[in-house]
């Protein structure tokens, strides 16, 4: 059995790692760590967990973890797992961290978007996106994953192939993208209370939400050249998914034919990536509770506009189940371990 903490265990994502790891059959769960004071067991949290899973989440104790888990998760929030994500490595631990800190490459854009300093900076090179349908080779011999955000995971795996195989304008692109409130997480917030949220819908971060940069990097590297995009992300009224609607522009005479076979080359084999038929798109309810990303497209040959959707939930394939679905990657096992039910 291989053994994993998950440190920072009380948030929606650190829950929803519980449930996964605790169907995985190669893995035990040895620590659940919170930075609160108070000891916590955790049916609290998650009732519905099966009897005699007895863990109690608790305060982080280095020393313990060091002596007990093979794999650290970092549930922390972003800007204070960096200097967690070092000691562990140093203790010659995998660490997968799911907050924004190992990203970004650049320390600089990192520093922009994030409005503090980085006290990890040499650790940004050894870090490995943790996109497994793009960066997967990567990942398998990685021992610090970032694993990707909500937003971005959806927007990149809708564009990544289209970009990469020049068929569409890397000038033009918009991203408009919604969520459900959990991806603001746990911490109170007035903007996401019930009363603010119910029969409501509202666009949030607009030119500076975080995940932006952590897009155009990608896309980048997939155009060969800097690119930009105008993203927009907005708050549904619903608990979870990400459901993105992106404008491009075709390039030349690329038909509807060349991206179709565009998205089965770069997706056909992936085991959590679902293609449509051109024209019929994903809903939010499609994928919830699962790790699938859906992608759907349609062409005006009038216009020349490719308006591609994708949709996620944002706690499993943009948080939770992809950190397990990296894992998996990185310690050999078969990737749909822990992540088949729902």
Known sequence: MFNCAILGATGYTG????????????IRIVALTTRQKEVIPVRRLAPTLPAGFDLEIRPHAFSELRRKADLVFLCLPHTEAMETAKKFLEAGKMVIDLSADFRLRQVKMYEKWYDT???APRLLKQAVYGLPEIYRHEIQRAELVANPGCYATGAILGIYPL????????????IDAKSGVSGAGRKLNPDTQFCEMDENFYAYKIGRHPHTPEIEQVLSEAAETPVSV???PHLLP???GILSTIYLRK???AKAEAIAKAFQTAYQKEPFVRLRPEGTFPALRD???TNFCDIGFQVDPDSGGVIIITAIDNLLKGASGQAVQ????????AEEEGLKEW
């Open 117 to 119: 300093r980085h006290k």
């Open 15 to 26: 829950v929803e790692l519980i449930k996964i790891l605790l169907r995985h059959p190669r």
């Open 163 to 174: 970009l990469r195989g020049k068929l569409v304008n890397p000038d033009s692109m918009i």
């Open 251 to 253: 390039r030349g005479g």
């Open 230 to 232: 105008t993203f927009v």
């Open 287 to 289: 994928v919830r509770r």
């Open 326 to 333: 990296n894992m998996n990657i990185r310690c050999g096992f």
């Open 238 to 240: 619903v608990e979870r």
